[in-house]
């Protein structure tokens, strides 16, 4: 492996960033450097969205929306006034 790579490799270990290798000759043959953990999380969440349906989701937003709200619901009104104006025009 070249110097230059492994400092790229060393760079991209430090900061988290994932790497474009692009070849304008061949773009065709381009690819992106990532962690096996990157890679890992990334085919975790590729599963979790395809295992997700509406009814989950549906329960997963109520059920953070209870954690964050202390089981109380949403904390914020709509002014009357906003209110009584959107219905009039409705």
Do not use: C, H
Not at 14 to 19: E, V
Not at 22 to 30: C, K, L, R, T, V
Not at 42 to 61: F, G, R, S, V
């Amino acid at each position: 492996m070249s110097k230059q790579l492994k400092q790229v490799i060393n760079l991209s270990k430090k900061t988290g960033d994932r790497i474009i290798v692009f070849d304008n000759s061949e773009p065709e043959d381009s690819f992106v450097l990532m962690s096996l953990n990157q890679y890992e999380k990334l085919i975790e969440a590729e599963t979790d969205k395809k295992d997700l349906t509406a009814k989950k989701i549906i329960d997963n937003i109520r059920s953070e929306d209870s954690t964050v709200n202390n089981g109380k619901g949403n904390n914020w009104k709509i002014p009357n006034q906003i209110k009584n104006e959107s219905e009039e025009n409705q």
